[in-house]
Structures are given as structure tokens and as C-alpha cells.
């Protein structure tokens, strides 16, 4: 009898489980469909003021801008980005690619552009955000953001800071600052014209892949100095490269960034540089960079603001994967 009970309690258990699992499962991926679907987010009266004032008001426009090439994937990047961006807060958003090059700066920087490495090593990063800052009016806001990236959160406390008129770029640091001359190579002082000084090289490293600048005169002229140093090879790439040469604790060259980072520590002036953890935790800027070996990965349940945990092991599980690679592949 013990038996026949323990046996009927576990199918029972059994059953409940299952049914509790599915009905958790069903709640899980209703929230995030609710929380991903463009046509139902509220509209932000402070990031389209138009919603509210029925009567004309010119306002530099939000831009995004980003870049894709090479394998499928990091299109398919770009157009995660692009989605997760929709609702966020910007006006206008540019997706680039290689065929969007001035045919003359491509022939011009064709030695470095067709390197693999970076597709170009990153030179097409500061030749579209100033192509874009020519582009657009004055005081726009542009936000650069590596196709790799998936914005969880409004925009609006990004934009905050730039009512501060002490802030017109925001860049992102390190989560604990490390001097830039730990990733800049020796080859690359001599293109600029300034001395770096040890003060200038212990200023920290910038990161890259989230640049946002406000549309000025001396802005463009700060990212147009950045294009002109980046096409100088030799302080780009990786060769020349003499490692019996470098600084002490040097740990590899950062190519565009590390130039950047040059630059901003030889004008501080107006740059807030926020570090990467407090990016992606208090401003929702999240990095999901897909390499071919992880096509098949989904930046869906992170999009929703599902803990990184939850979306490895219900969506992003190896039969979940596999699935999509059946189904979703070419």
C-alpha cells in the first residue's frame, strides 16, 4: 500500500511540476514579448516632445550610428542593435556599411581597409561619425554604438547629462581606469605632435565602442583629428611592432581606441568618461558581440532585461541553439 501511495504522490508531483514549469515558462516569455514589442512601449514625452506640443519647435535630432561587415552575423548584429533601438529615444538611425565609404577615402585608405583584423582596423569608426556629424545640424546628438551592442534602457539619462553644457561627449572607461600605456604601442607616439608626457600616459584607456558626442565645431574637429591619426598605419595597425621596446605592463595595442584615448587625455575638456560596468548596469548599454561560432545565439531574452543566467538556460541552451540553427540557418 506504502508503494502504491508513494508512486501515486510522485506522478502527482510529478504532473504539478510539469504544469508549474509550463505555466512559469509561458509567464517568462510573455514578458518578454511585452517588453520587446516596439508598438506597445509608452512614448517618452521627454525624448519626443512632439508628442505633447502640438505646435512647431526646431530640436537637433538623436542619431545612432553603427557599422557592419564581414560575416553574416555582424549584420545580423547591427540588426539586433537596431531593434533593441527603436523605442529608445532616437530620431534618426544609420546603418553603414562598407559600400556607404566617399569612393575616394576608400581608395585613399584601401592598404588598411581591406585588412580583415577590425574590417579595416576600426578606421571606418571615426569616418562615420564625423561623416555623420557633417551631415547633420548643429548640436544633434550622435551616438556611436558597436553593432555588437543591445540597448536595454530609454535614453533619456544618457541625454540628461548633456543638458550639463560642461558635457559634450560621453565615452566609456574601464571598470577600473587602466593607463593608456598599457595599450599603446610605442610605434604609434610618434604620430602625434604633442609630447606624451607620463601625465598623458597615465591617463586611462578609453573603450570604444560607445562614443556619444554633441554636434560642435570643436567636436568635429576633435573626431576629425581622431580620422586623420587613425590613417596613419603605422600608429593603427599592429605593424610595425617591436616588443622589446614597450612601456612597462604593456598588454597590446588598442588600435583606434588607443588613439582616442591619446587624444582625449590631450583634451579632457568637456568628455565625461562613464566605466563600462556602470554603462551597462545604470544605462542599459549592453555588449552581445556575436562571432560566427555564436550565429545562433539570441540577444532576445537580454533585450527584455532577463537576467543573463535565465536567457543562457532557457534560450540560449544548446537544444535551444541547435534548433535555431535548423530552422533560422541559411
Known amino acids: 500500500m506504502k508503494k502504491v501511495i508513494h508512486k501515486i504522490i510522485s506522478k502527482s ?3 504539478w511540476t510539469g504544469i508549474l514549469s509550463f505555466f512559469a515558462l509561458s509567464i517568462l516569455f510573455l514578458s518578454v514579448l511585452f517588453k520587446i514589442d516596439p508598438s ?23 542619431i545612432l550610428v553603427s557599422f557592419a561587415d564581414g560575416p553574416q552575423v555582424f549584420y545580423k548584429n547591427q540588426f ?28 585613399r585608405n584601401k592598404h588598411i581597409l581591406t585588412q580583415p583584423r577590425g574590417s579595416g582596423y576600426w578606421l571606418w569608426k571615426p569616418y562615420f561619425i564625423l561623416k ?4 547633420s545640424p548643429e548640436n544633434a546628438l550622435i551616438f556611436y554604438v558597436d553593432s555588437g551592442i543591445i540597448l536595454k534602457k530609454s535614453l533619456t539619462p544618457l541625454l540628461k547629462k ?3 553644457p560642461d558635457c559634450t561627449m560621453i565615452l566609456m572607461g574601464h571598470g577600473k581606469p587602466v593607463p593608456l600605456r598599457q595599450h599603446l604601442k610605442k610605434e604609434a607616439y610618434a604620430a602625434f605632435k604633442e609630447e606624451l608626457t607620463p601625465e598623458i600616459l597615465g591617463h586611462q584607456n578609453i573603450w570604444a565602442f560607445f562614443v556619444a558626442v554633441r554636434n560642435t565645431p570643436e567636436n568635429r574637429a576633435f573626431i576629425k583629428k581622431w580620422l586623420n591619426v587613425c590613417e596613419n598605419a603605422d600608429a593603427l595597425t599592429d605593424m610595425p611592432f617591436d616588443k622589446t621596446i614597450q612601456a612597462p605592463g604593456f598588454s597590446g595595442h588598442g588600435h583606434d581606441q588607443s588613439l582616442l584615448s591619446v587624444l582625449v587625455a590631450l583634451s579632457p575638456q568637456g568628455k565625461i568618461i ?7 548596469r545604470d544605462y542599459g548599454v549592453h555588449n552581445f558581440h556575436r562571432h560566427p561560432e555564436e550565429e545562433f545565439k539570441s540577444p532576445l531574452f537580454i533585450a527584455a532585461g532577463i537576467p543573463q543566467w535565465i536567457s543562457t ?7 535551444v541553439v541547435y534548433l535555431r540553427k535548423m530552422f533560422c540557418g541559411n
Open 13 to 15: 508531483a510529478l504532473k
Open 40 to 62: 506597445t512601449t509608452p512614448v517618452n514625452s521627454c525624448l519626443i516632445p512632439e508628442v505633447l506640443n502640438k505646435t512647431y519647435q526646431a530640436r537637433p535630432p538623436v
Open 80 to 107: 539586433s542593435l537596431t531593434a533593441s533601438a527603436a523605442d529608445k529615444g532616437f530620431d534618426i538611425i544609420y546603418n553603414y556599411r562598407r559600400g556607404h565609404f566617399d569612393p575616394d577615402f576608400y581608395r
Open 132 to 135: 555623420t556629424m557633417e551631415a
Open 162 to 164: 548633456f543638458e550639463n
Open 274 to 280: 562613464i566605466p563600462r560596468d556602470v554603462l551597462r
Open 313 to 319: 538556460g532557457v534560450w540560449n541552451n544548446p537544444l
